[in-house]
């Protein structure tokens, strides 16, 4: 079997040695929509025609698991044979995002997902991802504690969206069945 991964090794490297390098140039684009679920997503360019196929691999290499729709996004591009390809992200800014309109709430409107009780204080903690196509993420208290599920109701119910990766806030958490959930969420003062 090592002899067989050997074989397969030398003949990337042989055939990548024969592949003319790729030709990179920098682009800015606005997310026409990114999928965390799908681990993928795609940006209009500025200034030519198509679309930029962005992965979520490489949004990752940059630090962010999510981008909301409307976000300006500057990266490196390869153009291949399906078209255009982010290969690394330079800069992004959401400023530009489309701004969430949050849905008023139906007057016979019946909650989906239970809300959790609120356990202790109030504590810091970061944005990992957020999809809200999927309409959840998991927030962290930081490296070695477990996962906070988010739900996008919960959200609404206070006020605070859009969220992104990496961003601060302030939770009280509740126990339910699957693990931590967040109770109730607050932007952080200041």
Not at 9 to 18: C, D, G, H, I, W
Not at 87 to 92: A, E, G, M, N, S
Not at 119 to 133: H, I
Request: charged share 25%; net charge neutral.
């Amino acid at each position: 079997m090592t002899a067989k991964i050997e074989q397969l090794r030398s003949k990337q490297e042989s055939t990548k040695s024969n592949e003319s390098p790729e030709t990179t140039f920098e682009m800015t684009g606005r997310v026409k929509w990114f999928n965390t679920v799908k681990g993928f997503g795609f940006l209009t360019p500025n200034n030519e025609p198509g679309d930029i196929f962005l992965h979520l691999s490489c949004l990752r290499e940059s630090g962010h698991e999510y981008v909301a729709e409307g976000v300006s996004i500057t990266c490196v591009v390869v153009r291949r044979s399906k078209g255009l390809q982010a290969i690394k992200v330079l800069d992004i800014d959401t400023s530009t995002a489309v701004p969430f309109e949050p849905r008023v709430p139906e007057k016979n409107n019946v909650t989906t997902h239970p809300a959790v009780q609120p356990q202790g204080d109030f504590v810091e903690v970061e944005v990992k991802w957020f999809d809200p196509v999927k309409g959840y993420g998991f927030l962290t208290r930081g490296e070695g504690t477990q996962d906070i599920f988010v739900h996008m109701e919960t959200l609404r119910r206070e006020g605070i969206l859009p969220i992104q990766a990496g961003q601060r806030l302030r939770v009280r958490i509740g126990d339910s069945a699957k693990g931590p959930q967040v109770a109730e969420i607050e932007r952080p003062a200041g």
